[in-house]
């Protein structure tokens, strides 16, 4: 089995920074990519960034300039880090790797069971 475990979330103030670190452990034999979603309250979950494993990145509209996702990969993390947190960034947020657990076997999405962000003065 594959487990993500996120932390990092809180309460900062509108215009701050948060870093969200997302660590997978269990049987991993490589991963595809690494991503982060949220769910504001009311709403469906949305992609905030995704990191693929050649390098390549997406993020959403809303975020591009203020949120970076990048990966350490020997200890299998996976980070978002937030800027300029505006107040309708308030979500949890949700790390997902897809992760193949042998050579042969098919990738599978995981995720972690989620962190809440609030920004509010």
């Known amino acids: 089995q594959v487990q993500l475990v996120e932390s990092g979330g809180g309460l900062v103030q509108p215009g701050g920074s948060l870093r969200l670190p997302c660590a997978a452990s269990?049987?991993?034999?490589?991963?595809?990519?690494m991503g982060w979603y949220r769910q504001a309250p009311g709403k469906q979950r949305e992609l905030v960034a995704v990191?693929?494993?050649?390098?390549?990145?997406n993020y959403a509209d809303s975020v591009k300039g203020r949120f970076t996702v990048s990966s350490d990969n020997a200890k299998n993390t996976v980070y978002l880090q937030m800027s300029n947190l505006k107040p309708t960034d308030k979500a949890v947020y949700y790390c997902?790797?897809?992760?193949?657990?042998?050579?042969?076997?098919?990738?599978?999405?995981?995720w972690g069971q989620g962190t809440q962000v609030t920004v509010s003065s």
């Open positions: 997902t790797m897809r992760v193949a657990r042998t050579l042969l076997s098919y990738s599978s999405d995981y």
């Open positions: 269990g049987s991993i034999f490589s991963i595809n990519s």
């Open positions: 990191l693929f494993s050649g390098g390549s990145t």
